[in-house]
């Protein structure tokens, strides 16, 4: 069974941080692409950042700059360090996790972060 479990969401004023978890279980983790979306009221999901099976990153113009995606294969958690924060990153924030070779597709149920100004 495969689960991936975000954590680290919450109400913060502008300009803190916040670090967001994913912790994933049922995968073989390093085989596997992580990225984080987001979405807000009303909005469509997005994507946030990833980070490849090689390391390899990109990001969302929005949060360039700012976030920082990241993953320990030995714990088999995936990392999103959100500095600067602004209240238009305020959103439910889910991690994805697909496979490099089978391709396969997994969501967690998201966690939310609120940026007051």
């Known amino acids: 069974q495969v689960q991936l479990v975000e954590s680290g969401g919450g109400l913060v004023q502008a300009g803190e941080s916040l670090r967001l978890s994913c912790a994933a279980s049922?995968?073989?983790?390093?085989?596997?692409?992580m990225a984080w979306f987001h979405q807000g009221p009303g909005k469509q999901r997005e994507l946030v950042a990833a980070?490849?099976?090689?390391?390899?990153?990109n990001y969302a113009d929005s949060v360039k700059g700012r976030f920082t995606i990241s993953r320990d294969n030995a714990k088999n958690t995936a990392y999103l360090q959100m500095n600067s924060l602004k209240p238009e990153d305020t959103a439910v924030y889910y991690c994805?996790?697909?496979?490099?070779?089978?391709?396969?597709?997994?969501w967690g149920r998201g966690t939310l972060v609120t940026v007051f100004s």
């Open positions: 994805n996790a697909k496979g490099r070779y089978s391709g396969n597709e997994y």
């Open positions: 049922g995968v073989t983790f390093s085989f596997f692409t």
């Open positions: 980070i490849s099976t090689n390391g390899s990153t």
